[in-house]
């Protein structure tokens, strides 16, 4: 079992920047693949970035590619994601997620454990 807690998150203007962190318990942390996945109101949950268990290999949505850098610090039980030259359309309701492999950490369908999420407001 695996618990996970995310904060960072807040009010932003447009161009700024945030950092949120998801702290796990459980003893399967440092072994699992973690990814960070948001939701608008109204639409549809979708991947953000993702990581694998050693931190080696990264993945990012095409929206945040260059913006966004996901890492992890396994001593900690925690992973970050950091978010910088936030956009309106960054809005959304950040969830960390773990899963067994990168690819399934990759797809909002898949992940074996939940966070309740942060809210990221990011204003014009």
């Known amino acids: 079992q695996v618990r996970l807690v995310e904060s960072g998150g807040g009010l932003v203007q447009a161009g700024g920047s945030l950092r949120l962190s998801c702290a796990a318990s459980?003893?399967?942390?440092?072994?699992?693949?973690m990814g960070w996945f948001r939701q608008a109101p109204g639409k549809e949950r979708e991947f953000v970035a993702a990581?694998?268990?050693?931190?080696?290999?990264?993945h990012y949505a095409d929206s945040v590619k260059g913006r966004f850098t996901i890492s992890r610090d396994n001593s900690k039980n925690t992973v970050y994601l950091q978010m910088n030259n936030l956009k309106p359309e960054d809005t959304a309701l950040y969830y960390c997620?773990?899963?067994?492999?990168?690819?399934?950490?990759?797809?909002?369908?898949?992940?074996?454990?939940w966070g309740q999420g942060t809210q990221v407001t990011v204003s014009s």
């Open positions: 997620a773990a899963a067994l492999g990168i690819a399934q950490a990759m797809n909002p369908m898949l992940p074996d454990y």
């Open positions: 459980g003893s399967t942390f440092s072994s699992d693949a």
């Open positions: 990581i694998s268990w050693s931190g080696a290999s990264t």
